[in-house]
C-alpha cells in the first residue's frame, strides 16, 4: 500500500511539471504522418495537409515564427507561421510537439540560398561559410497551422 501511495504521489507531481501548450489553430488530423517519410520522398507530400510529432530542435530567437522538429529518422523538417499568427516560446526547444501544416516547398537560386542561411546563421549566432552553397536550394518546410507543445512549469514560468 504504501508503494502505491508513493507511485501515485510521483505521477501526480509529475503532472504539475507537465503541460501541453496549445498554438494556433485546433488540431484537427489524428492520424500522423512520420517526418522520415516526408524527408524520403517530399515531393509526394507538396500541397498536402500534415501531422507530425517531434522533439522541438529550435525556435525562431526572434519572432518565434518557426520551430524545427527532430524527425524519427535522420533528419529535421521546419514548421514554419507567418510572423504574429502564431508565436512559438524558445522555451519549446527541448519539448515533444505535434504540429499541423501543410507541406510546400522553397526553390532558391545559389545567391538567394546564401543569403537565406546567412538569415539563418545571424538569427541563431552561428558562423556561415558561404562557399559552402554551391547552386541552387530546393527546401521543404511545413507551414504550420496549429501545434501542440509539452512544456514544463519551469520552462513555461522563464517566458
Known amino acids: 500500500m504504501r508503494n502505491l501511495i508513493i507511485l501515485f504521489s510521483l505521477v501526480f507531481s509529475l503532472s504539475l511539471f ?5 498554438f494556433g489553430k ?3 488530423l489524428s492520424e500522423k504522418t512520420k517526418i522520415s517519410d516526408i524527408l524520403a520522398d517530399p515531393e509526394a507530400f507538396v500541397g498536402k495537409t500534415v501531422l507530425v510529432e517531434g522533439e522541438v530542435l529550435d525556435v525562431c530567437q526572434h519572432a518565434g515564427c518557426w520551430i524545427e522538429l527532430k524527425s524519427d529518422g535522420d533528419g529535421k ?4 507561421v507567418k510572423d ?22 522553397i ?3 545559389q545567391e538567394e540560398a546564401i543569403k537565406y542561411y546567412e538569415h539563418i546563421a545571424e538569427e541563431s549566432g552561428k558562423e556561415f561559410d558561404p562557399s559552402t552553397v554551391t ?3 530546393t ?17 513555461k514560468s522563464t517566458e
Open 18 to 22: 507537465a503541460q501541453v501548450e496549445k
Open 26 to 28: 485546433e488540431i484537427t
Open 77 to 80: 523538417i521546419k514548421i514554419k
Open 84 to 105: 504574429g499568427d502564431i508565436v512559438f516560446p524558445v522555451s519549446a526547444k527541448g519539448g515533444k510537439a505535434v504540429a499541423e501544416g501543410t507541406v510546400y516547398k
Open 107 to 109: 526553390e532558391l537560386t
Open 135 to 137: 547552386g541552387p536550394v
Open 139 to 155: 527546401i521543404y518546410q511545413i507551414k504550420g497551422i496549429g501545434a501542440e507543445i509539452e512544456l514544463t512549469q519551469q520552462e
